[in-house]
């Protein structure tokens, strides 16, 4: 399971990359990833005009996105546009981080799921 990650480098800057989630032939029940330790999980309503400039992330966590569309932009100015049933895994916890905005005057749901630092993803 390929899932988009913003991370920073070791001068601060954001990129976007890919996290492959390695799945498991779990039988009538289809395919499993190992078990991961999750933190808290918070539920987020971003109004329609949403349009937060430059911030880390407050700590590593997953968005899915249930309903709305948004954008994040990195340091290189690279943006990609995410909507209802994408997952983001933000690990820009320090340096410059990332733009997030509201696309379409859409108020946006999400669920943020932390991940203890500990956790490591292959």
Known sequence: MNITR???DADGSSHFGELNIALKEGGAIGFLSEK?????IIFRETPA???????PAPTRQFVFIIKGRCEFTVSSGETRQFSGGDLILLED???QGHCSKALFNEVR???FVTVPEEVVFD
């Open 6 to 8: 913003i991370y920073n």
């Open 36 to 40: 991961f330790p999750a933190g808290n």
């Open 49 to 55: 005009d949403y349009d937060f400039k430059w911030h």
């Open 93 to 95: 916890t320090q340096g």
């Open 109 to 111: 749901h999400s669920i």
